[in-house]
Structures are given as C-alpha cells and as structure tokens.
C-alpha cells in the first residue's frame, strides 16, 4: 500500500502536466498518464526525492499504482475524448473510486456521466480548473461538483494546491451534479465579456487618443494599481510592449497578429443557456458575436471599402484615459453582474444549491478573471445572498453612478466617430433598460394581441385580456 500513488492525473498537455506538478510540490504522491510516451517520459523525469512522480502509457499500471479510493483526475480535451477515457478506466476501477473531469466539459455531459458512474458506485467529479498553464503549475482556482460526501478525500489535495486569497484557498465544493462545469461555464463566459471590453478600449484610445504601445501600458499598468486590479488587465498591459520574436518589422508583436479571435465553446455555451434560462448577458453575448464577426475578415476587408467612415475626432490623452477607466469600471460590475445572474438562476433551475458568495471568493485569486472587485463582491453577496443582481446591491449603487456617465459619453462618441464599442454599449443598454420601470415593451404585448391573439396584462386590472384591435 506504502509504495501506491495518492492521486492520478490522465493528459498530461498544457493544463494536466502542470496539474500534477503542482500536486507533487505539495508533498502529494502523484502517478500520470498520457498516450504519448515523450509526455510520459517527461513527466518521469521530474521525479526526485522530494517529488514522487511516475507516469505510463498503460492505462493498467496507471490504475493498478493508485491507492484507494482511487482520485484520477481528466484534464483532456471535452468531448467524447473524456467519454473514451472513462471507457478505458472503467475495468481497471473498484466501486468508490473517484473520477474528476478537470476540463471544460459541457455540463449536460457531466450529469449524464456522473448518472451512469453512479450506477457502478464509482463518483464523479466536474471540477472547473482556471488560471491557464501558469496557474495550474502554482495555484488555479478550482470549481468542484459534484457528491458531497466523496468530496472529502480531494479536498485536502485541491486545497493544498489551489491559489491561496489572504491564506484561503480558492476552491469550494460548489453543489452536486454539474454544478462545477456550469460555474467554470459561466466564469468563462465572464472572460469572453472582460476581454472583448478591454480590447475594444485599447482600440479606442489608439483611435480617438493616439495612445501608443508605450502609452497604453503605461496606462493598463497605472489602472491595474487602481480599482481595475485585473488578471486581464495586468497581462493587458504586458502584452502592449512585447517584443516581436521574428523581428520582422519595427511594430511590436500585437500589431502583427490578426484579428480572428478563436473559440473553444464555453462562451456560446453561457450565451445559449442564459438565454435558455430566460436571464440577458447582453455582454456575454456581443463578446461572442465580435469573435464570429472578427472571425469574417475577407468579407470584413471587402465590405470597408464600400463605406466611408467620419475622420475620427481626437480626445486630449488625459481625458480619454479618465473616462476610459471608468467606462471600464462600470462595464466589469456589469459583466459580473450578468454572469452571476445566470448562476443564481441556473441553482434553481438545476438544483446546484450555489452559494454565489463562495464563487465569488473562490474566483479572487488563481482564474483568469480575478480582479479586485470580486472581493467587493464577495462582501455584497455576504451580506445578501438573495441578491437579485449584483446592481441592486447597496455596495454596488455608488460604484455604478459614479462610473456610468463616463460609459454614456464614450459611447455616444465611439457611435459618432464610428469606432465600434460593442461590450460598453450591450452593458450601458443592460443596464438602462434592467434600471427602467417602464419599457415600451407594452407595445409588443398589443402586437402579439393584435397578430395572434396571444393576450396582455393591464396595469389597472387583473387578469389576462384579449382585444379585438380592428
Ligand atoms: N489551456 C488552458 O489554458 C486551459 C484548458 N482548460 C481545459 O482543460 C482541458 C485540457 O486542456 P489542455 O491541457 O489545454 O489540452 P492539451 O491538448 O494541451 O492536453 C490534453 C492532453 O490529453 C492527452 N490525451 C488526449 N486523448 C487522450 C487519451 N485518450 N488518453 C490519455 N491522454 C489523452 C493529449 O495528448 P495528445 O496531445 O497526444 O493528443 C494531451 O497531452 C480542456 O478541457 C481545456 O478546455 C481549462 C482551463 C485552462
Ligand atoms: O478555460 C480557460 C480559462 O479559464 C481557457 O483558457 C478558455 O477555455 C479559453 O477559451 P477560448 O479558447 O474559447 O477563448
């Protein structure tokens, strides 16, 4: 028993190799396996005395090298690939072992797994990881789901190597079922949000403010000291002065890469499901949109040279950067704001019983959308767990009036001047019509009536009312 491995990590690329060791540093007896030998053979070689390492391509010595109940972690890619995995795993199980899918697997497919797991008393674990390669290697944040009571045997492990906020560590057992691959879900669809923001403003103050490389991370870097404290807005500001490896021009190396963003999935899926859920994430949404439409370049270079765009007016530097961070400032809150609605929903509606305070803390350190404001967050759902959206919080009222003016004008420039602001203007537009009492919505309601007879409420009276229009 002496000589068997703690914990079992299958796919050993970007996430699973720095996985596992980050597993070993914390003094955890760590066994991996991969298809590919030189993987394997890599991994091998990290072994020495203060790190117990081994690894094969056998799927049989993997198993048969773990102590039980065995904690075998997936970070391969989602799909069937995690299908045929645990296919491959199965015979080689003993009833309560425990598998773990760290990957970004769509979370109907994590309920179906775990029901057909459960059958054979093996337990099954959808365990959001984020942070990327840098985080996994020394502190993700980890987002579990999963059965509550097989929780207990990785917990000491994520614990050990999860990030660590002021001494916590940033992962919680979350809810059961898909509870964790939703969360991790969502909290990337909250990425796609932040960094379509945060690209759209290095595009305005190129355009409107002729910031420079220099100048625009000489201004991420001052906003990432303030209350725009960000994952994203840190390596924003790196990303501006990186030099260009291949030289080949005088431009840094941002300039030369084209603008066709990619994407694994996980956005759209927040997107479909909130919408799914009946909940809006206008800037979820937009950010996804502006992949699919970034992704259209041919048809983007031949339709620019049928129009004309205005000479775009030029905004003193200070000033720009002024309302540029606060625009930012309150385009995040709003961003969050949505993300966390869809969650809030989506504990009802699926039975996660989420408790959005925890995944707020669990997401100060380690992910990618870390940020300083999720401590603010953390405390406005402490105080209020019912809290129907994080705008109406009394934390949140000041921040967002102090802040949303700057969002109206930036807007209402990037319009005139034709320089697109997508995620400002879908968050501005949340948030105008989410604070509206009144929406001319009741007009819809009269068409639905007056077309196809699908009936309206009143104000003045109860019930449900049918005109004849004509
Ligand atoms: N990269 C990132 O920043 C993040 C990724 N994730 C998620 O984590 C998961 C893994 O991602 P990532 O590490 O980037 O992916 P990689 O492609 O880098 O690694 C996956 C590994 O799994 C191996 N593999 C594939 N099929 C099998 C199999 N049948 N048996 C054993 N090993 C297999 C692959 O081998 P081979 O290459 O030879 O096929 C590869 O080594 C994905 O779900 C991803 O979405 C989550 C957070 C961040
Ligand atoms: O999970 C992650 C970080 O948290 C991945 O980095 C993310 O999946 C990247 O997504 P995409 O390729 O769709 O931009």
């Known amino acids: 028993m002496e000589d068997k491995y703690d914990f079992g990590l299958i796919g050993l690329g970007v996430m699973g190799r720095n996985f596992i060791l980050n597993v070993a540093d914390n003094g955890f007896s760590a066994f991996g396996h991969d298809l590919d030998q030189e993987k394997v053979d890599a991994l091998k070689d990290e072994g020495d005395k203060e790190h117990k390492i081994d690894a094969s391509t056998s799927i049989k010595t993997f198993a048969k090298a773990l102590k039980q109940p065995r904690k075998i972690m997936l970070l391969v890619p989602a799909g069937k690939i995690v299908d045929s995995v645990i296919q491959s795993l199965l015979p080689h199980l003993d009833r309560g072992d425990i598998i773990i899918d760290g990957g970004n697997s769509f979370f109907t497919d994590t309920d179906r797994r775990e029901e057909e797991l459960q059958k054979r008393a093996i337990h099954f674990f959808g365990a959001g990881v984020s942070g990327g390669a840098k985080g996994a290697r020394l502190g993700p944040s980890i987002m579990p789901g999963g059965s509550k009571s097989a929780y207990s045997h990785i917990k000491p492990i994520f614990e050990a190597v999860a990030a660590k906020y002021e001494g916590e560590p940033c992962v919680a057992y979350l809810g059961p079922k898909s509870a964790g691959n939703y969360v991790k879900m969502v909290h990337n669809g909250i990425e796609y949000g932040l960094m379509q923001l945060t690209s759209e403003i290095y595009d305005l103050l190129k355009k409107a403010g002729d910031f420079s490389n220099q100048e625009l991370h000489d201004t ?6 303030g209350r725009l404290q960000s994952f994203l807005v840190e390596i924003t500001s790196k990303i501006f002065v990186q030099k ?6 005088e431009l840094g190396l941002l300039d030369q890469i084209k603008d066709k963003a990619k994407q694994k999935g996980t956005g759209k899926w927040t997107s479909q499901n909130a ?3 009946g909940i809006p994430v206008p800037s979820i949404d937009i950010a996804v949109n502006m992949r699919e439409i970034s992704a259209l370049l041919s048809e983007r270079t031949a339709a620019d040279k049928l129009y004309d765009r205005p000479e775009t007016e030029k905004i003193d530097k200070t000033k720009l950067a002024e309302l540029a961070e606060e625009a930012l400032y309150f385009s995040f809150i709003v961003t969050y704001a949505q993300g966390l609605h869809v969650l809030a929903e989506a504990s009802k509606e699926y039975g996660y019983q989420l408790d959005i305070s925890v995944i707020a803390k669990i997401w100060r350190a380690g992910c990618i959308i870390r940020a300083g404001l999720l401590a603010d967050i953390t405390e406005a759902f402490e105080k209020d ?6 705008l109406v919080s009394p934390n949140f009222v000041e921040k967002v009036k102090g802040s949303v003016n700057s969002a109206r004008e930036l ?4 319009a005139k001047n034709a320089i697109p602001l997508p995620g400002l203007s879908n968050s501005l537009i949340y948030f105008d019509a989410y604070t ?6 009741n007009l819809i309601q009269a068409q639905r009536d007056y077309f196809g007879s699908h009936t309206y409420e009143r104000l003045d009276k109860e019930g449900v009312f049918h005109t004849e229009w004509d």
């Open 220 to 225: 991420y870097s001052q906003w990432n000291e």
């Open 244 to 249: 260009d490896d291949l030289n080949l021009s």
């Open 275 to 277: 919408m799914d859920l």
């Open 385 to 390: 767990g019912d809290l129907p959206n994080l």
């Open 411 to 414: 807007v209402a420039f990037g």
């Open 436 to 441: 509206s009492t009144r929406l001319p919505l």
